[in-house]
C-alpha cells in the first residue's frame, strides 16, 4: 500500500511538473513574431508585436531604451552599431523555453537564443538568453519590455 501510494505521489508531481514546463503558444506569440520579423528585416511587423510603450535591455550603446519609441530607436541604434562594426546577415534563432510564469494579465518567459552574423565577413556567433515581460490585452499578448543577456559573441564553428 506504501509503495502504491508513493507511485501515485510520485506520478502526481510528474504530471504537474509537465504541466508547469509546458509551453504556452498564446503568450509565446509575439515572441516569434518578433523574432520572425526582425530575421526578415521587416520592423514595421517585429514592432507589431510590442505594447506602444516598452523598455528594451541590449548590447547595443546606449543598452537601454524606454518609452513610446524606444523600439524604434532601439532598431536605429542597433543599425547603427552594427554598421560602425561591420555586421551584416544577422538572424536571431530561439531555443527552448527554460521557464514561463503567467499571472493573470502578466507574463514573464526566459528562452534561449542565439545571434549569428558576419562581422567583416567573418561568420560570428553568440548563444544567450531572452527575457520577456509580456501583458495580455483583451484579445492577445504584447511583450512589454525585453532583455539580451549573452557573452561576447566568438567565430563560428
Known amino acids: 500500500m506504501k509503495t502504491a501510494v508513493l507511485g501515485l505521489v510520485c506520478l502526481a ?8 514546463l509546458a509551453a504556452n503558444a498564446q503568450l509565446e506569440a ?5 523574432i520572425d520579423n526582425f530575421n526578415k528585416g521587416d520592423a514595421k511587423g517585429a514592432a ?10 541590449d548590447e547595443a550603446p546606449p543598452h537601454l531604451w524606454v518609452g513610446p519609441k524606444a523600439f524604434a530607436t532601439w532598431a536605429a541604434d542597433l543599425a ?3 554598421k560602425a562594426r561591420g555586421v ?11 521557464r514561463e510564469v503567467v499571472s493573470g494579465a502578466t507574463g514573464y518567459v ?4 542565439t545571434y549569428t552574423f558576419k562581422q567583416k565577413g567573418v561568420a560570428m556567433r553568440e548563444p544567450a538568453e531572452m527575457t520577456f515581460a509580456l501583458r495580455k490585452s483583451a484579445k492577445d499578448w504584447k511583450i512589454a519590455g525585453w532583455t539580451w543577456t549573452g ?3 566568438v567565430p563560428a564553428k
Do not use: C, N, R, Y
Open 80 to 82: 547603427k552599431d552594427g
Open 48 to 57: 507589431a508585436s510590442h505594447l506602444p510603450s516598452v523598455s528594451i535591455i
Open 88 to 98: 551584416t546577415d544577422e538572424k536571431v534563432t530561439l531555443g527552448a523555453v527554460k
Open 110 to 113: 526566459v528562452m534561449e537564443a
Open 30 to 34: 509575439p515572441i516569434h513574431q518578433f
Open 13 to 20: 508531481g510528474l504530471s504537474t511538473s509537465s504541466v508547469a
Open 151 to 153: 557573452p561576447d559573441p
